[in-house]
């Protein structure tokens, strides 16, 4: 009896589950994707500026809605990084080559997590002599173009890919979980941050933005080192 309730248990996943190999760690590919969602949008570029700017001037949801307009445009970029990369994916999976790429991977995050840390936004500032507010469609949409004419966000979802060896391409559900699960951690910066300026918005100044952008850069330099040391060594492996 107890076999027979095992064979029409193990026949119902067949059936409900053809494709899907089991177990799958869902949460595995959803903290990936969380994480990369916010190491792209985290650094205060030319977006990071105009979000802030809105934020403080227009209001909060103005400063959200900037966001949600870069998290779209870092979206597409996202898709196109991992498309481009599915077709390398024979290169990728060999154990010496992806030994080298996550080690370029980390040192592509390094130094933009040096760059992060030296940059300037505040000589990137735009002041609009319009008054008005706009709609929230207008500031999805220039944000979105501010965001997509910088087409460099491709390098480093390239290094961010390879090291956690985000591609998958044989199973496009898994990929596409990751993806929505990069929209959520991009989101979920941009939701922070305006909450946290609209708070602090008496104590905020533009001088502010360089302090965030050092300590995010602080953080990928020492995060992308940790990644580099434990690569070499064989401390750890992210699969």
């Known amino acids: 009896m107890h076999y027979a309730l095992q064979t029409v248990n193990c026949e119902l996943k067949t059936m409900l589950l053809p494709n899907i190999p089991l177990p799958f760690n869902f949460l595995d590919i959803i903290v990936k994707g969380l994480i990369v969602g916010i190491l792209c949008s985290a650094p205060m570029g030319p977006v990071g500026v105009l979000c802030v700017q809105r934020t403080l001037n227009k ?21 196109i ?35 992060c840390f030296r940059s300037d936004p505040r ?14 469609l207008h500031n999805f949409v220039t944000a979105f173009i501010v965001t997509f004419s910088n087409p460099l966000i491709i390098f480093l979802f390239m290094a961010t890919f390879a090291q956690f060896a985000f591609i998958v391409p044989e199973y496009p559900w898994k990929m596409s979980l990751g993806y929505l699960s ?37 953080i990928v330099m020492v995060f992308s080192f940790a990644i580099f040391i434990g690569t070499v060594f064989n401390l750890f492996s992210i699969y």
């Open 81 to 115: 990084t991992g498309f481009g990369m599915s077709f390398v994916m024979d290169f990728i999976d060999n154990p010496q080559y992806k030994f080298y790429l996550q080690i370029f991977g980390s040192v592509l995050l390094f130094c933009f997590g040096y760059y």
């Open 123 to 136: 000589k990137k500032v735009h002041t609009s002599k319009k008054k008005q507010k706009g709609t929230l």
């Open 182 to 218: 990069i929209v959520g951690g991009a989101l979920l910066w941009w939701y922070g941050l305006t909450w946290l300026i609209d708070k602090v918005r008496m104590y905020f100044s533009m001088n502010s933005i360089v302090l965030i952008n050092r300590i995010i850069g602080t």
């Open 59 to 79: 209001g909060r949801w103005y400063g959200f809605v900037t966001g949600i307009g870069a998290t779209a445009s870092d979206f597409l970029y996202a898709v």
